[in-house]
């Protein structure tokens, strides 16, 4: 902890246990897909547009939040979109319409575009070092906390006789989030980071032309296509096999907390990394992508599920904490990292934009088994282009 002192460590946990909350709300469809499906008599691929409805407001404001951050730092940003967030769950809680609810789950999507990139950005600014790149880790685990909370909690209040219980969900949600609201304007303070060189003008213009933030931009493109494709559809397939809803949920939630332990693990493991090594770490885990990709829905009992997901849960985890980790090191002022993540946001984003027309509409066609063949080869193309990123590394030096 020498690195980053405690004021700075205290305002980190705030903002993580925020993103985690808005990390709740953007899993809660898929922990109540098939009471969605009932509710509002809608299929697949509207579930799966409920799901990218979060992405589209996220995809507009990922570099403009990136540049803000920059320029005014993140108090103010982190308030308006946990505000936004806060509306559209209440809006999604009392709507009887998939109309309203699509709309306020764009409202949500503020948040998504915004948290996601500002959080991991203020972890750039604030720390140093080991202490940096452990709590990056611990960013990345935004997924398995998620779902862990929306999973278990939708077992704890939701009834799957009753569709319209989905709604205690969207309840719980925006109670969370008044809370972060609270706390964001309590402790996080309006601090602009300093730059690498010292008073040195922010020059945000010409960041498109770093070869290295469209990379990262498409492999987490292809990677989250894969993870959100897998946490989305997997209720929908454990239900086509028979198994319920209280399984599937269940099963998610274990998955979450290998995730999450996973996550953690790799954060100490790489916590001492040089930068060349965090590079390599991204190609060795794009290859071990593979095994999740050919390890989903391929399970035919509960004891292959759990086994199945396990391994997924893991490969997810550590992918997101290892790629995280890196977006300090892609540009050389410390203080255009929100920029990094703005393309990293952008990726992930545009996969979950993705996942109606990629996944829901190839199960709806096709059925579960086509879509394996998809994601090797968006699998392939992952592996290659973290290569690429490690050799734009080396040349950059």
Excluded at 85 to 110: D, K, P, Q, Y
Excluded at 334 to 362: E, H, W
Aim: glycine share 8%; charged share 10%.
């Amino acid at each position: 902890m020498k690195s980053t002192n405690k004021k700075s460590i205290f305002e980190i946990i705030i903002a993580l246990f925020c993103v985690f909350c808005v990390s709740v709300c953007q899993f809660k469809v898929s922990a109540s897909t098939v009471l969605l499906m009932q509710s509002f008599d809608i299929g697949n691929t509207e579930v799966g547009l409920l799901t990218s409805a979060t992405s589209i407001a996220g995809l507009i404001l990922a570099i403009p939040v990136g540049a803000l951050i920059a320029k005014y730092g993140f108090k103010l940003i982190g308030i308006i979109a946990l505000s936004s967030c806060a509306i559209g769950s209440c809006i999604g809680f009392f709507t009887n319409t998939s109309e309203v609810l699509f709309f306020s789950r764009v409202l949500e999507g503020i948040a998504v575009g915004s948290m996601f990139t500002l959080v991991p950005s203020m972890i750039a600014m604030v720390s140093k070092g080991k202490i940096r790149t452990f709590f990056m880790s611990v960013f990345s685990c935004y997924v398995g906390v998620g779902q862990i909370i929306v999973f278990v909690t939708t077992n704890l209040i939701v009834d799957p006789s009753k569709p319209d219980s989905y709604k205690n969900l969207w309840l719980f949600t925006s109670i969370l989030l008044i809370i972060c609201i609270v706390l964001w304007l309590l402790f996080i303070k309006p601090v602009q980071p300093k730059s690498v060189k010292k008073d040195a003008p922010v020059e945000i213009k010409g960041f498109y032309k770093y070869a290295s933030l469209w990379i990262i931009a498409i492999i987490m493109f292809l990677f989250v296509s894969i993870f959100k494709g897998e946490t989305t559809y997997t209720m929908t397939y454990i239900y086509s096999i028979g198994l319920d809803l209280i399984f599937s949920n269940s099963v998610s939630t274990i998955r979450a907390i290998v995730g999450i332990v996973t996550a953690l693990l790799t954060g100490l493991v790489i916590a001492s990394f040089s930068s060349k090594k965090l590079y390599i770490a991204g190609i060795i885990i794009s290859v071990l992508n593979f095994a999740a990709i050919f390890s989903v829905w391929t399970y035919t009992t509960e004891a292959m599920a759990v086994v199945s997901l396990v391994i997924v849960g893991a490969i997810d985890a550590a992918t997101l904490a290892i790629f995280t980790s890196l977006s300090p090191y892609l540009l050389k002022d410390i203080k255009l990292v929100g920029i990094t993540n703005g393309f990293i946001t952008i990726g992930k984003n545009l996969a979950t934009l993705s996942v109606p027309y990629i996944s829901g509409i190839t199960i709806d066609m096709f059925g579960f088994g086509p879509l394996t063949f998809v994601y090797f080869i968006f699998g392939i193309i992952c592996l290659g282009l973290s290569v690429l990123l490690y050799i734009c590394h080396k040349r950059s030096k």
